[in-house]
C-alpha cells in the first residue's frame, strides 16, 4: 500500500459516456498529479494540482476534466472519450509540487473506451 | 524535445545474477533522479533516487550510479530474484518541474 487510493481499478466505458475517476492520498501531501500510461509510452503527465489549485495542465483535450476539492482527494471527469484515450491512468501524490521529492502512486485506473 | 530514455528495453538475467539497467538523460539542469519498479497490475513504486550533488547512493540490493558527465544513470540490483521482475523506470526533474520518465526497461529473472 503506497498511502494512494484509486477507484475504479477497471472502468469499461462507451464513447458517449460520463464517468469519473477517484483518487485519495492519505499521505498528509500537498501535491497530486494524473498521469497516462499507454502501452510502449512513457508515462505522460496529465494534470498537477498543489494546494487545489491547479499548476500544470499539460496540453490535454478538454474531454478529460480534472477537479481537486481539497488536498486529498482528485478526480478525473471522463465526457465523449475517444477508443485512443484506453490507457492505465495513474494518479500520485508528493509532499510539494514540483520539487525534488518522490512521488507516491496508486495503482492505476485501466480504462477501455469501447 | 529533451527527454529521459533508457538504452534497452528488455533484460532477462538468470536469478541471483546482478542486473544494471541504464537510463540517458539530456537535459543537463536535471538535478534530481528516480528509480521505479512497476509490477503487472500496480503502479510504480519508488525504489532509489539520488541528487545531482552526489554520484552513488546505495540501498538494501539496490544501488544507482549518476555520471553527469555523460547524463547516464543507472540503477545496479544485486542478486537477482524472481520477484524483481517487473518494468523499471528512470525518471528526472529540476526544481519547478514534474517528474519527466523514461520508456522503461522489462527485468526478467528466470530461476
Known amino acids: 500500500e503506497t498511502g494512494v487510493t484509486q477507484t475504479p481499478r477497471h472502468l469499461v466505458m462507451g464513447m458517449t459516456n460520463k464517468k469519473s475517476l477517484k483518487c485519495e492520498q492519505h499521505?498528509?501531501?500537498?501535491?497530486m498529479y494524473w498521469y497516462k500510461q499507454s502501452a510502449k509510452k512513457p508515462l505522460e503527465l496529465m494534470f498537477v494540482y498543489s494546494l487545489e489549485e491547479r499548476v500544470e495542465n499539460n496540453s490535454v483535450p478538454s474531454r478529460f476534466s480534472p477537479e481537486c476539492p481539497n488536498s486529498s482527494h482528485l478526480f478525473l471527469h471522463l465526457h465523449t472519450l475517444q477508443p485512443e484515450d484506453s490507457a492505465l491512468y495513474l494518479c500520485?501524490?508528493?509532499?510539494?509540487?514540483?520539487?525534488?521529492?518522490?512521488?507516491?502512486f496508486g495503482q492505476g485506473t485501466r480504462l477501455t473506451v469501447v | 524535445g529533451e527527454s529521459v530514455g533508457l538504452h534497452l528495453p528488455t533484460l532477462s538475467v538468470q536469478e541471483g545474477d546482478n542486473s544494471i539497467i541504464n537510463c540517458a538523460y539530456s537535459?543537463?539542469?536535471?538535478?534530481?533522479f528516480i528509480w521505479y519498479k512497476q509490477e503487472s497490475g500496480k503502479g510504480p513504486q519508488f525504489i532509489i533516487d539520488i541528487r545531482s550533488n552526489m554520484d552513488k547512493r546505495q540501498g538494501q540490493r539496490v544501488t544507482v550510479l549518476l555520471n553527469k558527465t555523460v547524463k547516464h544513470l543507472s540503477l545496479q540490483i544485486a542478486a537477482t530474484q524472481p520477484g524483481d521482475s517487473a518494468v523499471y523506470f528512470c525518471?528526472?526533474?529540476?526544481?519547478?518541474?514534474?517528474?519527466?520518465f523514461g520508456k522503461g526497461t522489462t527485468l526478467s529473472v528466470s530461476s
Open positions: 499521505l498528509g501531501h500537498n501535491a
Open positions: 500520485a501524490s508528493s509532499q510539494e509540487a514540483q520539487m525534488n521529492t518522490e512521488a507516491f
Open positions: 525518471a528526472e526533474n529540476q526544481a519547478g518541474t514534474a517528474l519527466i
Open positions: 537535459n543537463s539542469a536535471s538535478d534530481y
